[in-house]
């Protein structure tokens, strides 16, 4: 068997070799028969003369001596090649569509499987591939109602872990914190950044080298803290903070003002092993945490303290199921040495823990347990959506190539009659469509490789830097890949062409293609128009949606003069009231520069459901007993900055600002609407889950509320107000200026850092600017979406181009007898037109349902009025039935070009 | 389906024209090779010698039955040297060739027999 394989390998890759050896055989043989003839007493030239006779004709020997070995048929494939490419080059146009066709087929399916390979065979970015390496789970800390969830470690866990010496050779031990970074430099504005407290052994475990500088060595966990603290930065840090210089080593800067000094610079990509938040990363030394986080020991010492991340190798020969008994009662252990009554409190407040333990390859999609599941149903759906694209690509292509075989059927069935196996045959035309599908798998990796590398240049804080990989497996999926697409779009083609009555086609008189295989193609075309349409219309809406709702984007006058400045208050200082005093300097500081007409703090933005005291609410009011709003908090004389006019009642006092807020300001409308002619003020609502009702003490103009809003209303949400609760710190000021502010902006800056240098400034932009940016996302999506459609108008308009086309070549003879018989041209055109626009009618009539369905969804989602939709659905079946015309008339045209003489000659 | 695999291998087997030739080919090579490793040149000498020049054969048809031996595993091709120092390719039987040597063997001989028995009888 081995040796059959050897052979096997020997036959295709040392084939040079084997036909010198040959060669070299053979004239040693040769050369013995002469000498022997010499021998015999011939003349040299007489011997060799001889000796060559009787060995006969080289080549033939040679050819035979191939075929024993069994090599024929590298032979075979080469010139199955070839012959692939001189018929691409026969037909460019139908090669080039057939091409984009499959490159989209293959290529989503093959960007999705690399994406996904990476997520599920890569330890993370900037981390080398290492099949020991491991993360130690420990509880599961999830958000009661949000989407954070993380598994956590207590200290004293990770030291009982590095201490299991027979499972594991090194354990590393991380947790991060958002922190504020500061440069000596004045000119540049601190940072939120991501503070990673790493053990010394860290980088060591991960493999991961610096790109300069050095990394801690591995020493024991325990790092003494009193000597000056050293921190290795991200590259992305080293960029933006250092300016990528080179000389960064043993710099000094401040994380929540303590210093410390560069020795590294992390690899590019390399954020953490998964901890991380921010591109923007600085690791420290794990002892610095006290320090540097303001917080006490205990965050080591307690077993109440779980905030810990382990990275581990296992030690040769164990697997994560040996490791996994002892690794959940060293957890069972800890649980056990909580005191009781920090874990049932931490169990009732708003994280949920859950004791649990486990270990898991070190891996990416493991990074947060809750994107894990969420990947693997994503990976599932984009899987099966990516499938059935393929699926329509090649049954399209599939269509094209039947059509094109007609024309080459003359040719099959000649080199049939001369003897041409039919084996051999097949075996050429998916030579050319397994080159077709290679050719367009290399097409689709290169624009998905070339996508990426834009994305992730353009948007570098939102992909996953380097994350995607193009390694062996997606080569090796890539190229299987293809060949199997290959062999599906191409072998019933390749059937179909090959299976032939000889005589009569070589009369030109073939029978019609099997009935079966026609009807198959043509429900595929009116199944792809069907389901282009319900697209095609949800589109259409979005657009016009769109389109209504820039225009509904409710502009002011007073955008230009609005700035929106978001700080960070909490990373970096002390305490509350260190924050707290800073928020108020930077305040009064921004109020009274030149040129600024006030400013007000501003809270955040989130939507809640609003419930009426039953006894207030007006009994017809056409609202539901629970309402979505959108909330926003306010300090007193915010209303009056944004030019919100109080139609009733009275603004919040200063007083009202405190940990618990029980007065609200709404529109009029909305007021209105729930309490008809009666006065709101004085009326209750309940917010979400509180206990109690807050009190209605304003109302305001609604018109001029939705002027706060960047978006357009996605679906009815009043915007309601209410007093800043003190209970946080708002980090959000807004300034109102008397001219155009953007001139302002760096004053602003300026003037806040000048105020509170610790109090990072996170974002700043007038209102305009930030509608701008608003208004060219939903621009982009709406654009993304619409490409969208066309392809898949694209695609059947190539299906149906293939089923016309086919039929004019199949029935050349009839429209030859029809002409001949006096059909005008346009008669015989209309002919294949009618039936082609027959289908396309029949696919929108079909795919009407679908289309309501569609739409239902889409005006529930959005809110979207229903007058639009008779306009944009018959928009889409105009637009529809021109493309499909298009596709048909095409091909129909052709029909009209044939030569009666041409066409009956052979009668 | 239009082909079937039994048409293939039935057409690959009518394809060589003269398969008891060949077969006997076959087994001539295999057994001269049984007794010393042999190169070409030097197998189709001693099949005239010790056939008397009865069977002649050429080099266009034992060169594709070696190789076809090497491939079915049942000979072994190597590199030695002749007596006057030329890099040579020589042949040796392999344990299978060995093994489909006496079977074939014993299917000539009773070939041979039969073959024998109807020449005298009639």
Request: with cysteine.
């Amino acid at each position: 068997m081995l040796n059959r394989l050897f052979l096997w390998f020997r036959s295709i890759f040392l084939r040079a070799r084997l036909e010198r050896e040959m060669h070299e055989e053979i004239a040693l043989h040769i050369e013995q028969a002469t000498a022997r003839y010499i021998d015999r007493g011939m003349s040299p030239a007489d011997a060799a003369q001889a000796a060559r006779r009787e060995f006969g004709n080289f080549d033939f020997i040679e050819e035979d001596a191939r075929d024993a070995r069994g090599q024929r048929w590298i032979d075979a494939v080469r010139s199955d090649v070839r012959f692939a490419l001189r018929h691409f080059r026969r037909t460019p146009l139908a090669t080039v569509t057939m091409l984009l066709v499959l490159a989209l087929g293959i290529g989503v399916n093959v960007a999705l499987f690399t994406v996904f390979n990476s997520l599920w065979t890569l330890p993370g970015p900037g981390i080398p591939r290492d099949e020991s390496l491991v993360r130690i789970r420990g509880i599961d800390v999830s958000e009661r109602w949000g989407r954070l969830s993380s598994r956590a470690l207590s200290y004293g866990e990770v030291l009982e872990y590095a201490s299991q010496e027979q499972l594991f050779s090194a354990v590393a031990a991380s947790t991060s914190e958002d922190a504020l970074l500061a440069t000596a430099d004045p000119e540049r504005p601190p940072l939120t950044a991501s503070a990673a407290y790493v053990s010394d052994n860290y980088f060591d475990v991960l493999n991961v080298r610096p790109v300069l500088g050095r990394v801690w060595s591995a020493t024991p966990l325990h790092a003494d803290p009193t000597t000056v603290l050293t921190a290795v930065i991200s590259y992305a840090n080293w960029e933006r903070v250092f300016d990528s210089a080179p000389d960064v080593i043993g710099r000094t800067f401040r994380v929540n003002d303590v210093p410390v000094t560069v020795v590294g610079v992390a690899p590019r990509g390399f954020r953490s092993s998964g901890d991380a938040s921010s591109r923007y990363a600085v690791w420290l030394p794990l002892a610095a945490y006290p320090i540097v986080q303001r917080s006490e020991l205990h965050v080591f010492t307690s077993p109440d303290s779980a905030r810990f991340s382990a990275i581990a190798h296992l030690r040769p020969g164990v697997d994560t199921e040996q490791a996994l008994p002892v690794v959940k009662a060293i957890a069972a252990r800890a649980d056990a040495a909580r005191t009781p009554r920090v874990a049932s409190r931490l169990r009732g407040g708003p994280m949920r823990w859950t004791a649990t333990a486990d270990v898991v390859p070190l891996l990416a999609h493991n990074q947060n347990p809750r994107d894990d599941s969420e990947l693997k149903v994503i990976a599932a759906v984009m899987g099966a959506l990516t499938l059935l694209i393929l699926l329509i690509t090649c049954a399209n292509v599939s269509s094209l190539l039947v059509g094109l075989a007609v024309s080459r059927r003359r040719e099959m069935a000649v080199r049939l009659s001369l003897g041409a196996a039919r084996k051999r045959l097949i075996g050429q035309l998916l030579t050319e469509s397994i080159l077709l599908a290679f050719a367009a798998a290399a097409l689709g990796v290169f624009v998905f490789w070339a996508v990426m590398r834009v994305l992730t240049t353009r948007f570098p804080d939102e992909m996953l830097d380097q994350l995607v990989v193009l390694d062996w497996r997606a080569a090796l999926f890539t190229g299987g890949f293809a060949i199997v697409t290959g062999i599906i779009f191409g072998l019933s083609p390749a059937l179909h062409a090959t299976r032939l009555a000889l005589a009569e086609v070589l009369k030109d008189a073939a029978a019609a293609v099997s009935g079966s295989r026609a009807l198959l193609q043509r429900a595929l075309v009116v199944v792809q128009i069907m389901l282009t349409q319900p697209l095609l219309i949800g589109i259409g809406a979005l657009l016009l949606l769109s389109i209504s709702d820039i225009r509904k984007l409710a502009t002011s006058e007073l955008d230009g003069r609005i700035v929106n400045m978001s700080f960070d208050p909490y990373i970096g200082v002390a305490s509350d009231a260190e924050a707290r005093s800073s928020m108020v300097r930077i305040h009064e500081r921004l109020a009274a520069l030149p040129g600024v007409a006030g400013a007000a703090a501003e809270g955040w933005v989130m939507s809640r459901s609003a419930t009426p005291h039953p006894s207030d609410r007006h009994p017809a009011s056409p609202l539901p007993d629970t309402i979505r709003v959108s909330g926003r908090m306010a300090a007193p004389g915010y209303l009056g900055l944004r030019d919100i006019r109080i139609i009733r009642g009275r603004d919040f006092l200063e007083s009202e600002m405190d940990t618990i807020i029980t007065s609200v300001i709404i529109g009029d409308d909305f007021a209105r609407r729930l309490f008809g002619d009666a006065d709101p003020i004085g009326r209750r609502l309940r917010f979400e889950r509180d206990s109690f009702y807050m009190q209605i003490v304003g109302v305001a103009d609604e018109d001029a509320m939705e002027t706060l809003r960047l978006g357009a209303p996605s679906s009815y949400q009043p915007i309601i107000f209410w007093p800043i609760n003190t209970a946080a710190i708002p980090g959000r000021i807004v300034v109102r200026t008397h001219g155009p502010a953007e001139p302002l902006l760096p004053h602003l800056r300026a003037a806040a850092a000048a105020a509170a240098p610790r109090i990072p400034l996170s974002a700043i932009n007038t209102m305009q600017q930030s509608r701008e940016s608003t208004r060219r996302s939903l621009l982009q999506g709406f654009a993304a979406i619409g490409a969208g459609g066309l392809l898949a108008l694209f695609l059947s308009a190539i299906g149906l181009y293939a089923i016309v086309a086919f039929a004019v070549s199949q029935r050349t003879r009839e429209i030859g007898i029809r002409t001949a018989l006096g059909a005008r041209r346009s008669q015989v055109v209309g002919l294949f037109f009618r039936s082609g626009v027959r289908l396309s009618v029949l696919g929108l009539i079909l795919g009407l349902p679908l289309s309501l369905i569609a739409l239902r969804m889409l005006r529930e989602q959005t809110g979207m009025p229903p007058t639009n939709t008779p306009v944009v659905a018959t928009c889409v079946a105009a637009g529809v039935l021109i493309v499909a015309g298009l596709a048909t008339w095409l091909p129909a045209r052709r029909a009209a070009s044939v030569d009666p003489l041409t066409a009956l000659r052979s009668e | 389906m239009g082909f079937s695999l039994v048409a293939l291998v039935e057409s690959a087997m009518t394809s060589s024209n003269t398969p008891l030739l060949q077969g006997t080919l076959d087994l001539i090579v295999l057994q001269l090779l049984r007794s010393e490793p042999t190169n070409g040149y030097d197998l189709t000498l001693r099949i005239q010698a010790i056939t008397k020049d009865v069977l002649n054969v050429n080099a266009g048809s034992l060169y594709p039955a070696l190789y076809r031996l090497e491939e079915k595993g049942l000979i072994r091709a190597s590199w030695g040297v002749t007596e006057n120092g030329r890099r040579a390719k020589v042949y040796s039987l392999t344990a299978a060739g060995r093994k489909q040597l006496a079977a074939q063997r014993d299917v000539w001989e009773r070939f041979s027999s039969a073959l024998t028995a109807i020449l005298r009888t009639t």
